[in-house]
């Protein structure tokens, strides 16, 4: 079967089950092509809550999923490749955070939202990349703060909110902390003229705040942006070529919002081998079979439930939360 033939099949079942296709930013272009939302995995979990089809199906992580589960949990979740996990997520454990928050019994635990059902329930509030620093700002100054599991993300929450009672649990995304400061430099100084936008979860994000800093790349250029936030930033630039730090699937989003701009990444083998996994092909088992359904456990759902919806009082995220 060629490729078309597949998108096809996929359509057809889709429609035929009433089922719903989302897709991360970081899918295969094909992926992102067949579905009927592409988006970042907060945005896709909310939307999963509100439409109305009974099927969910998530090309996207394991953590993804089971966000998309404990916000719709009366629907059929599905996520074609069960082995799709994070390295980011797989950085703590709830019982990592039952132990820290023992060590810091007064502190108010903020989880970003790439962690796993059972970390979320152990937390006070979530987050996303582009709200962190709202929900830092709503808790109380003279409060302690443990903020897991990304260490990039979180020294950025502590540079743009001043505050210096946050503590940071030393975790990172493999392919994020791999986008590195010296190769970001190099980059920039081949590319004068070129825009960039790097993701916070990136181990290139003090240096790009360096660069305008230092004066060496003139702060218009340099955007520090989630998926959301350069998907926004794509359709209204005039630059010639934006430099883009973070997932190379997230050029495929781009390219489509501004045909006219070229769009590169600053490191073109910042691919995550998880998020790669879904094929046409396991989509298509996963529509025909009702392969990998998701489950999170009752309990669990209900406490990672609150520590999502604290987050949403506070602010709604961006259609691109991460």
């Not at 218009?220 to 936030?229: C, F, N, P, Y």
Request: glycine share 6%; charged share 25%.
């Amino acid at each position: 079967m060629t490729e078309p033939d597949r998108a096809a099949e996929i359509r057809r079942l889709a429609d035929e089950q009433g089922a719903v296709i989302l897709a991360h930013n970081y899918q295969r272009p094909e992926i992102q092509d067949v579905a009927d939302h592409t988006g970042d995995s907060l945005a896709l979990s909310r939307l999963a809550a509100r439409v109305e089809a009974e099927t969910i199906v998530f090309c996207g992580v394991h953590f993804m999923a089971e966000t998309a589960k404990i916000l719709a949990p009366e629907k059929t979740v599905l996520l074609p490749e069960p082995e799709a996990g994070c390295s980011l997520a797989d950085t703590i454990t709830a019982e990592d955070v039952r132990a820290w928050r023992a060590e810091h019994p007064d502190a108010v635990v903020v989880a970003y939202v790439n962690t796993t059902a059972a970390v979320k329930a152990e937390t006070d509030i979530c987050c996303t990349s582009s709200n962190a620093a709202d929900v830092i700002r709503s808790i109380p100054a003279d409060r302690e703060i443990l903020f897991l599991p990304d260490q990039f993300l979180g020294a950025h929450v502590k540079r743009v909110t001043g505050r210096e009672n946050i503590h940071v649990w030393m975790g990172e995304c493999h392919v994020h902390a791999g986008i590195d400061g010296q190769t970001l430099r190099e980059r920039a100084a081949a590319e004068p003229d070129a825009e960039l936008y790097v993701h916070p979860e990136c181990g290139c994000a003090t240096s790009a705040l360096y660069l305008t800093g230092s004066g060496a790349v003139p702060e218009e250029r340099v955007k520090v942006l989630s998926t959301g936030g350069m998907l926004a930033a794509a359709e209204k630039t005039r630059a010639d070529k934006v430099l883009i730090a973070t997932e190379t699937g997230m050029l495929h989003q781009l390219r489509a919002a501004n045909p006219t701009t070229v769009f590169e990444p600053v490191n073109p083998r910042a691919e995550c081998h998880y998020m790669k996994m879904i094929t046409t092909d396991s989509l298509l088992r996963s529509l025909r079979t009702g392969f990998g359904e998701i489950s999170v456990d009752a309990g669990t759902a209900d406490r990672a439930r609150r520590s999502v919806q604290r987050m949403i009082e506070i602010g709604t995220p961006s259609r691109g939360g991460e």
